[in-house]
């Protein structure tokens, strides 16, 4: 089975402030990571896949970089409306998530 | 646009098979392109995938709930399903029906999601 790993589990950060969340993976994946967004009560929204590809309607300020083991969300300019868990998942072989980071804001 | 709903009991009791369906609307299910997947996700949790169907009835399931789960399709109802034998409450989650696209894994489209519980 393959592992992913986020850090960190949670980070406070202040509007404007460039946020930075990493996953690695337990094997290489290539480029197979998604990256999702969940706020309280709701289903997860897809942000983020095949590494770094946009989804369509999804803000530039979100990005994504990693191939391999080791992958970055990055939030360019954090919004209130940014506060919410955010996932990893592998779809190389099965799928499996990483077990999220809550973002705050200050 | 297609939407996705889950539907079936909110309360099973232990021993018993956790049953759920989820609703395709909007498009159709056998158009093709797409995996039809559940995931579930434990109070205060993170996600865990549990299996997914493409519309010709191929199905791919978590290695570690292999042995209880079955995930089915129905094309006549634009339905697919899942049931999740001898639940325990280890198994009392909110469940997602999903979409992801064929040959690949990210899930774009997601249901609202249901919590199932699992006690007497």
């Known amino acids: 089975d393959i592992q992913m790993t986020q850090s960190p589990s949670t980070l406070s950060a202040s509007v404007g402030d460039r946020v930075t969340i990493t996953c690695r993976a337990s094997?290489?994946?290539?480029?197979?990571l998604a990256w999702y967004q969940q706020k309280p009560g709701k289903a997860p929204k897809l942000l983020i896949y095949k590494a770094s590809s946009l989804e369509s309607g999804v803000p530039s300020r979100f990005s994504g970089s990693g191939s391999g083991t080791e992958f970055t969300l990055i939030i360019s300019s954090l919004q209130p409306d940014d506060s919410a868990t955010y996932y990893c998942?592998?779809?190389?072989?099965?799928?499996?998530f990483g077990q999220g980071t809550k973002v705050e804001i200050k | 646009q297609v939407q996705l709903q889950e539907s079936g009991p909110g309360l099973v009791k232990p021993s018993q098979t956790l049953s759920l369906t989820c609703s395709v609307s909007?498009?159709?299910?056998?158009?093709?392109?797409?995996?039809w997947s559940w995931i579930r996700q434990h109070p205060g949790k993170g996600l865990e995938w549990i299996g997914f169907i493409y519309y010709s009835g191929s199905t791919y399931y978590n290695p570690s709930l292999k042995s209880r789960v079955t995930i089915s399709v129905d094309t006549s109802k634009n339905q697919f399903s899942l049931k999740l034998s001898s639940a325990t409450a280890a198994d009392t989650a909110v469940y997602y029906c999903a979409r992801a696209l064929y040959a690949y894994g990210y899930l774009g489209l997601w249901g609202q999601g249901t919590l199932v519980t699992v006690s007497s």
């Open positions: 094997q290489s994946i290539s480029s197979w």
């Open positions: 998942q592998q779809y190389n072989s099965f799928w499996t």
């Open positions: 909007g498009g159709s299910i056998i158009s093709g392109g797409h995996y």
